[in-house]
């Protein structure tokens, strides 16, 4: 709780163990589908206790291959119920997933995203190509890192700083460019530049 900063109760499960129980949960009462599985969620999501949340992050995740394009409104619900860097950053990944597997969503959903003026939204158009390497869309990566440079929100620096470290791995010369072509916060320089001499 204390790592958390006190945002979310917690039972004191570690992950070894509520994914365990995520399993056994699994096994006994199979997958839920379609607005039973979303009412699932959203019913552990009411509950004060973060293991809960987790729990229904991880059955959205054994679904999400099986979900629909409209999908994406749901993991748009999902960003903003209970936010904080821990569940956003895990449903940033199932984002990704989603978008790559409906390719066409991806600019209008996160375009609306930008506009909401929503840190959490903004952080998820920022990362969510965190594992896309070389078919990152380093354009709109860029577009929406200048988009929110001036802002004083930690997570929207950090975020975007992790998104630029991250295509460093794939596209060095890339970020050193951009990043001495624009003005970014220091934490997000420093972030992007972590890895690079």
Known sequence: MAYMRHQFEYFGLKMPKWTALTREIHKE??????????????????????????????TVQKSLKHQPAEFIEFLEELILTNSWWDTVDWINKLVGIHFRKFPKLTKPVTEKWMASGNIWLQRVCMIFQLMYKEKTDKELMFKYIRQVAGSKEFFLQKGAGWALRQYSRTNPEAVKKFVAENQLAALTRREALRLMK
Do not use: N, S, T, W
């Open 29 to 58: 009462q199979g997958m839920p589908e379609g607005e039973d599985l979303k009412a699932l969620v959203r019913l552990c999501f009411e509950d004060d206790h973060r293991e809960m949340h987790y729990f229904a992050l991880e």
